[in-house]
């Protein structure tokens, strides 16, 4: 990452920042932007700001601990604020998709728990039409290959093809905090989400998608002239 690309995900960072108030119990999202997120928050929580965090993933938990960011569990505090996390693409109406990093599953979760979510982003992340970046779904180990055929079938049904691949990392079958693999599809334009994350949704292996529909209220999008914040409408 440049050094030009890291500033513009602190500035979008420090922008959502100003919106958590002493307090708060707030969801942390996963991803590098978000870990600027928790570098700035940290900083404020050492200077005797108060706020309470569920993390959306492990490596975000170790982080949050690292930094001195105190965390609590959904099961200890399922209503939440705010959660703050970023996105690997940004579309109409903040039509989202997530999962680049492997946590889809849990920033869902953790999203929909919350009263507001705020995405932070710099301007690369913004798209007229979802799809340039693959599509992670999470899937169960059992059956894949059936599971991988349902996908396929129901992309067809709605006109969209590419690749799909088991993500893989060091050589070896990805695996997600939940124990579940990660299917990266490649279907370029996504001209209707809502459809896809509905055919989705009915396939009993899929655990989730990272089609994040109706959660975000807010983005804060960092570019060369500053940050600017888009809303749901």
């Not at 991803?31 to 700035?40: K, Y």
């Not at 994040?212 to 940050?227: K, R």
């Amino acid at each position: 990452m440049s050094e030009d690309m890291r500033e513009l995900k602190i500035e979008a960072a420090r922008a959502a920042l100003g919106q958590v108030t002493d307090g708060m119990r707030l969801g942390i999202g996963t991803g590098s932007t978000a870990e600027e997120f928790v570098r700035l928050l940290a900083e404020r929580v050492e200077n005797g700001f108060s706020v309470i965090g569920v993390p959306t993933s492990e490596r975000t938990a170790r982080l949050c601990l690292e930094l001195g960011v105190p965390l609590t569990t959904l099961d200890d505090t399922p209503a939440l604020d705010l959660t703050i996390d970023g996105a690997d693409e940004i579309g109409p109406g903040l039509s989202l998709v997530k999962g680049g990093g492997g946590a889809l599953l849990r920033e869902k979760i953790v999203a929909a728990a919350s009263a507001r979510m705020i995405v932070i982003a710099d301007k690369s992340k913004m798209v007229e039409t979802l799809g340039q970046f693959p599509l992670p779904i999470e899937v169960n180990a059992f059956g894949l290959r059936a599971t991988v055929l349902a996908i396929e079938g129901v992309a067809r049904e709605l006109g969209l093809k590419g690749p799909l691949a088991i993500r893989e990392k060091a050589g070896e079958a990805f695996v997600t905090d939940g124990g579940h693999l990660i299917v990266d599809a490649s279907f370029g334009r996504i001209p209707d989400p809502r459809a896809l994350a509905n055919a989705l949704n009915a396939i009993p292996g899929v655990v989730e998608h990272g089609l994040f529909l109706d959660l975000a209220d807010t983005a804060y999008i960092a570019g060369d002239g500053g940050v600017r914040a888009v809303g749901a409408v």
